[in-house]
């Protein structure tokens, strides 16, 4: 294996943690980092958190876990290759969607809407607020006492984070400075890309299981068209499943060798000799070619139209947005319903901004199968 470049995060350089402690003798402080991550909580409940489709319509789509794990999965290979840190991208990649509600982006929505008189709600943030605050295992300190650059990678992997900020990063910010203003290291950078190109892939994919659209109809669209080209060509006769995983592998593919050769050239123009030179280059150094760019923006629009607003999809939006809608007011006004350890928690709040926070916070972590059953046992709706 090649050694780190040296703009690579180097983990004997770090900034620390919040919480001072001993070094490991077998691990590096984001190796540490990553199992934290694999260990808590949160990260267990992705299994039965949705992507698009909720937990319960079958057992073949992707949920929260598995994307984290095919994120991760993307991001070593990308970081591997442009000699980064591979520990520190596994560590952001795999934290990347702690902070997701039940329900996806669908849930997220109700919720924002919700919280807009306590400062609105932000999944980015909230996994922040998770690992410097929420998971509470270890004696000396709440949260994770993650590194400085795995924190920083989690809450602005996607850019600087600029103007009024999430009440959950703006808190935990006021205690440690993650410098949100400038972008992220590079290994962060490589997990916000390897997110799309995941994400991109597998939608497909479960778009097509779940009846929505037909191969053929990706057959015309941009990259893909030239992937199952190349397969036809090569097994005339394979079997459509076969057919199908060949195709989108070879976009999986694609996409890949795309940001490194794209990466690869900007770092050379850039010339960075230390990590700080690609934080403060003013733009993301981890990117995707403008071409390729372009014609993810059609898969993107095919995906919206035929997936995202599929009229069973959009019905089973409506529907899970009233579960969050009927969830929240009521805890809201009977927190003596909540878990005996969140009401020891409302028991030290002062005013209705933290209470509704603390709701949230509660909403926010549930599972989608766990969150339709407390709607049906305090509201009798299923």
Not at 35 to 48: E, G, N, T, V
Request: hydrophobic content about 40%; some cysteine.
């Amino acid at each position: 294996m090649s050694s780190q470049a040296p703009y690579a995060t180097d983990p004997k350089m770090s900034r620390g943690r919040l919480y001072p402690e001993a070094e490991s003798v077998f691990r590096t402080c984001f190796q540490r980092d990553r199992d934290r991550i694999i260990h808590s909580s949160a990260f267990r409940r992705l299994k039965h958190k949705t992507q698009v489709f909720i937990e319960h319509e079958g057992d073949y789509f992707r949920t929260r876990l598995t994307h984290s794990i095919e994120v991760a999965q993307v991001a070593r290979t990308i970081s591997v290759a442009l000699n980064l840190n591979s520990e520190l991208t596994e560590a952001v990649a795999l934290a990347h969607d702690l902070g997701h509600t039940p329900f996806g982006h669908t849930g997220e929505d109700a919720l924002h809407e919700l919280m807009q008189p306590y400062g609105g709600f932000d999944h980015n943030a909230q996994a922040v607020r998770i690992v410097t605050s929420l998971e509470r295992h270890y004696a000396e300190w709440d949260g994770l006492n993650l590194t400085w650059e795995t924190l920083e990678g989690i809450a602005k992997h996607n850019g600087p984070v600029t103007g009024e900020l999430p009440y959950a990063l703006a808190e935990y910010n006021a205690r440690q400075d993650l410098e949100l203003d400038t972008h992220s290291g590079p290994e962060a950078q490589v997990a916000a890309l390897s997110d799309d190109i995941a994400y991109n892939n597998h939608d497909l994919h479960d778009g097509l299981r779940a009846g929505l659209f037909t191969t053929e109809e990706l057959v015309q669209l941009p990259v893909l068209v030239d992937c199952f080209a190349e397969v036809d060509r090569l097994y005339p006769d394979l079997h459509a499943y076969r057919r199908l995983h060949e195709g989108l592998r070879r976009f999986f593919g694609v996409l890949v060798e795309d940001v490194i050769a794209v990466t690869r050239q900007r770092l050379v123009e850039l010339a960075p000799e230390r990590v700080e030179d690609i934080r403060h280059a003013g733009r993301m150094m981890v990117q995707f070619s403008p071409g390729l760019w372009a014609d993810l923006n059609i898969i993107r629009k095919f995906l919206f139209e035929r997936m995202y607003r599929a009229p069973s999809v959009v019905e089973m939006r409506k529907k899970v947005t009233n579960v969050v809608r009927d969830l929240f007011p009521l805890y809201l006004s009977r927190p003596d319903l909540l878990p005996r350890q969140w009401r020891e928690d409302v028991q030290r709040v002062k005013g209705d901004e933290q209470l509704a926070r603390i709701v949230a916070d509660y909403i926010s972590g549930m599972t989608d199968r766990f969150a339709l059953q407390q709607h049906e046992r305090l509201c009798g709706v299923e």
